[in-house]
């Protein structure tokens, strides 16, 4: 019996691999190797050196890419597909909540008044409007050549009444908006069970 020789066979040599034919595809599941000849350089690490032109393969076993998607004519580039949209519908609202919520914006809006109130009564003052209206009421109503026993204008619209009177509205604004808007929110909800709400289209862009 013979012995085995180095090549792989008993008394015969090894077949070398046949290599396939050009422009067949790679089986599937394993990617075509990447051959070089000697002396050329090698590409960088992460650079594709697969065809990539019109004659790249297309067969079964070629990998498949995407599809990029085509911008409509007149779109600017990179202006697809960046804004979308969604329709949404109130359908109820919470009574406590718009109550709370209205109570604190009244609250606000009195605030302001009383604030603007005061700063309109001291501009007034300063500018002597009062002393001029009270100057002339006095000349008007005044009994007797001097004039006294008139109409004393500070009596009426005197800082401490104005703020007073301003305090007051706020108060009665601050009550009637909430009691308003608490009753709104219950008739919006009775007649959203009838027509489905308010509908609202969302756009959020990218």
Do not use: C
């Amino acid at each position: 019996m013979s012995a085995m020789d180095s090549t792989g066979g008993y008394g015969q040599p090894a077949q070398p691999p046949v290599p396939p034919p050009p422009g067949t595809p790679p089986a599937a599941g394993y990617s075509q190797p990447t051959t070089y000849t000697k002396g050329q350089p090698t590409p960088p690490r992460g650079t594709r050196t697969g065809p990539a032109g019109p004659g790249a393969a297309t067969g079964p076993g070629a990998p498949r890419r995407p599809a990029q998607p085509t911008p409509a004519a007149g779109t600017p580039v990179g202006a697809a597909g960046r804004m979308r949209r969604a329709r949404l519908r109130i359908t109820r609202a919470d009574p406590w909540s718009v109550m709370k919520v209205s109570f604190l914006l009244s609250l606000a809006v009195g605030i302001i008044m009383i604030v603007a109130a005061a700063v309109l009564w001291t501009t007034l003052d300063a500018m002597g409007v009062f002393d001029s209206i009270g100057k002339t009421l006095k000349d008007v109503t005044g009994s007797g050549a001097s004039g006294s026993g008139g109409v004393n204008i500070m009596d009426y619209v005197g800082f401490g009444k104005v703020l007073t009177f301003t305090a007051l509205i706020a108060v009665v604004d601050v009550v009637l908006l909430t009691a308003l808007s608490t009753l709104a929110a219950f008739i919006y909800n009775a007649a959203a069970g009838f027509t489905g709400g308010i509908e609202l289209t969302l756009t959020e862009e990218e």
